[in-house]
Nanobody, 122 residues
Framework: VQLQASGGGLVQAGGSLRLSCAAS????????RGWFRQAPGKEREFVAA????????YYADSVKGRFTISRDNAKNTVYLQMNSLKPEDTAVYYC????????????????WGQGTLVTVSS
């Protein structure tokens, strides 16, 4: 079972990036999918999550209105569209999968990807 995150890179403040997280080894269509991030010297924090059906989406207050999470169950993939990026968004972004109800909590996630680095310059 593997979650492969991609799409990170260097972008100027105000720019956009789209992260992808492709799953292999099993289907995650019945799992919630989430994105978390970890900045240098800080703990890993919740960014966004989407329910297994895509009908419910949750966002950290710091990214509401700028980031959008979506999923394509046919492709076993979840996306994070990040707009109006700020230097404080700089972090390693991790995707994860959970068979849980409270999908804003890190400890609810069983499967994790390796992370992709997003750097936002001022």
């Amino acid at each position: 079972v593997q979650l492969q995150a991609s799409g990170g890179g260097l972008v100027q403040a105000g720019g956009s990036l789209r992260l992808s997280c492709a799953a292999s080894g099993r289907t995650f269509s019945s799992y919630a999918r989430g994105w978390f991030r970890q900045a240098p010297g800080k703990e890993r924090e919740f960014v966004a999550a989407v329910s297994w059906s895509g009908g419910s989406r949750y966002y950290a207050d710091s990214v509401k209105g700028r980031f959008t999470i979506s999923r394509d169950n046919a492709k076993n993939t979840v996306y994070l569209q990040m707009n109006s990026l700020k230097p404080e968004d700089t972090a390693v972004y991790y995707c994860a999968a959970a068979a849980a109800v409270d999908i804003t909590r890190l400890e609810m996630y069983r499967y994790w990807g390796q992370g992709t680095l997003v750097t936002v310059s001022s």
